[in-house]
């Protein structure tokens, strides 16, 4: 009886260990797919440099063997943009148009696994998941004249409205922004900012003439402009 039963502890202890040994070689990356697979900022009528600072947060889903099972390794992998001059992705994973380019770039998200989750020697293999940016590029298209873009953007903890002489400029309220191509090359243009109570200043963050109101600039090519309402 006691055999017996020693008989059975052995083999317990057997199919412990090749378990064990099963589950050290469990777990191992063989692919990565990141969600979304694509992502479009802007548009042909809005001028590239207004999708600067838009925003999408990525996602990385690893594939792994013995046995099959998927997980979030987002923070796991390391993420790089072909393209940063287009668009950055950072440590986790978000990735933010820079407003400098349009066009398409691939993303990716790599892992370089040495060892299997168990600690076991493996492969060594660099895994890697792709996906594809893309910021549409400016055509006028929408309205657009053919003159130089005009374009008005806004900050601050505040809001309020800007008007534009000469006319052309249109109603412009924050949080806009506020496109127009009504004005020929070479108008010089006075933007003046009015801030909505509460708030109460309006500074000029990005103006030829400088952050006090109103700002003047002689329109020769696109230009973007930014007031603080606050």
Same mark, same amino acid.
């Given at each position: 009886?006691? #055999?017996?039963?020693?008989? !059975? ?6 199919? %412990?260990?090749?378990?064990? !040994?099963? @589950? ?19 548009? %042909? ?7 600067? =600072? ?7 889903? #690893? ?5 099959? /099972? ?11 943009? &072909? ?6 992705? &950072? ?7 820079? #407003?400098?380019?349009?066009? +398409?770039?691939?993303?990716?998200? *790599? ?7 168990? =600690?076991?020697? %493996? ?10 940016? &893309? ?10 004249? +053919? ?8 900050? =601050?903890? =505040?809001? #309020?409205?800007?008007?534009?002489? $000469?006319?052309?400029?249109?109603? @412009? ?6 496109? *127009?191509?009504?004005?020929?090359? +070479? ?26 109101? $109103?700002?003047?600039? &002689?329109?020769? +090519?696109?230009?973007? /402009? ?5």
């Amino acid at each position: 009886m006691n #055999g017996k039963w020693l008989s !059975v502890i052995a083999l317990v202890v057997v199919a %412990s260990a090749l378990l064990t !040994v099963s @589950c050290g070689h469990s777990q191992q990356l063989v692919s990565i797919q990141i969600q979304p697979a694509t992502e479009t900022f802007g548009a %042909s009528n809005i001028p590239v440099q207004l999708n600067a =600072g838009s925003q999408v947060q990525l996602r990385a889903l #690893g594939t792994y063997i013995h046995p099959p /099972v998927t997980k979030d390794i987002t923070d796991q992998v390391t993420w790089a943009s &072909n393209s940063p001059q287009m668009m950055t992705v &950072n440590a986790t994973g978000l990735l933010t148009a820079t #407003g400098d380019a349009c066009g +398409g770039t691939l993303v990716s998200a *790599t892992v370089n696994t040495n060892t299997s989750a168990g =600690g076991l020697g %493996s492969s060594g293999a660099i895994v890697t998941g792709y996906m594809t940016g &893309n910021v549409v590029c400016y055509t006028g298209t929408g309205g657009g004249s +053919g003159n130089p873009v005009l374009a008005v953007t806004f900050t =601050g903890n =505040g809001t #309020g409205t800007v008007s534009g002489s $000469p006319s052309g400029l249109g109603t @412009c309220d924050s949080p806009g922004p506020c496109i *127009t191509q009504a004005f020929t090359s +070479g108008t010089t243009i006075t933007l003046t900012a009015t801030p909505t109570p509460p708030s109460t200043t309006a500074t000029w963050v990005t103006c030829p003439s400088g952050n006090a109101n $109103p700002c003047t600039l &002689n329109l020769t +090519g696109n230009t973007f /402009v930014t007031v603080a309402f606050n």
